[in-house]
């Protein structure tokens, strides 16, 4: 079993107990923000290492650490090998401001995309702009209705009922 499929395993295998998997996510969600307020308040340091260094450097379990990777593998400037890591891989926490931004609230992670330490990393506006942007980016718009005797959508110069609309 590789480092991540053992992390997925530990945090999703309480999911039948509640009150276990609730407990370990909100202790989960609090070492994840003590090491988002670290990363955070010096941006333009990239982390390197391996996995069980980065859990010594911030204070967490190797698993922990493997879960926190998962989770930020999207907002990497150059993405670690999770799929494949092992206890030697050295990866990296270079991260872009604006996508982790973006992705902490498409996880609808207020505890992380609140924190003080983005009003020094990003502009007010800029947050307001990428918070509305992942916000619209789930919505859904319909198209408009093509009726039988309409024009094809697909270019073909036919209507629509003797072109794509044809059962």
């Given at each position: ?37 670290k990363i955070l308040a010096n941006p333009d340091e ?105 024009p094809c959508p697909c270019g073909s110069g036919k ?9």
């Open positions: 079993m590789t480092l991540l499929e053992n992390w997925r395993e530990l945090a999703y295998s309480n999911e039948e107990n509640e009150q276990e998997s609730t407990k370990f996510w909100s202790n989960y969600f609090l070492i994840e923000q003590g090491i988002y307020e990239v982390v390197t290492g391996t996995i069980g260094e980065l859990a010594e450097k911030y204070g967490c379990e190797f698993n922990i650490m493997v879960g926190f990777l998962d989770g930020i593998n999207d907002s990497l400037v150059n993405p670690n090998p999770i799929e494949t890591m092992d206890e030697t891989t050295v990866v990296n926490l270079g991260y872009d401001k604006e996508k982790l931004y973006y992705n902490m609230v498409a996880a609808k992670a207020e505890w992380l995309y609140n924190l003080p330490a983005w009003n020094d990393l990003l502009p007010e506006e800029k947050r307001k702009e990428l918070y509305k942007a992942q916000k619209i980016s789930g919505t859904v718009v319909k198209g408009d209705k093509v009726y039988p005797n309409d209507k629509y009922k003797k072109c794509c609309g044809k059962n």
